[in-house]
């Protein structure tokens, strides 16, 4: 894979012209040695016809061959270019989901800091309230105005829950403002 890559990172930077010259001697020079070695092989001579149709046959072959490989190596390398540039809109993409996702857990905590110091302070009113009225000693005024005041942190209690139930609802889709 990496010496194919490498190959056509080099015919690039070579050129059109100059690697169409070059595959033309490389095929004009092996068309010439495969039939030396064939005409050799199964005569035991080298015909000069044999070589000039060889080489006749290099020359009409060479150039259909060669703008074929010109055509695959600029397709080749368009797909490089259009994977290098996807690969880095990826990467880009990547890094704004990460954003956000770092920034819907920012206001995740501070949600639920927020709602935690909200659900304590009228829980503590009853709790604390509450316990004024057990431990007695009150007049009757008295009692009346902190059992109201239990009633509206308990009403306040219900409301903040009410609207944690309809953040949830709207979170899953299943209620619209």
Known sequence: KKCSE??????????????????????????ILLQFFLDYLFLGEVLAIDILRSVLFGLISAPFVIYF???????????????????????????????????????KTQLMATISHE????????IGLSRILLDGGLNA???????????ISAMSLSNIFSDIIDLEKIDSKRIEL
């Open 6 to 31: 490498n190959y056509v990172n080099w015919v690039i930077k070579l050129g059109k012209i100059r690697s169409a010259i070059l595959g033309f001697v490389v095929l004009a020079v092996s068309a």
């Open 69 to 107: 490989f010109n055509v695959i190596v600029e397709k080749l390398e368009k797909s490089r270019i259009k994977l290098e540039q996807n690969v880095f809109e990826l990467g880009r993409l990547r890094e704004q989901d990460f954003k956000r996702l770092e920034k819907n857990s920012q206001d």
């Open 119 to 126: 659900l304590r302070t009228p829980l503590n009113g009853i």
């Open 141 to 151: 005024e008295q009692q009346r105005e902190y059992l109201k005041t239990i009633n």
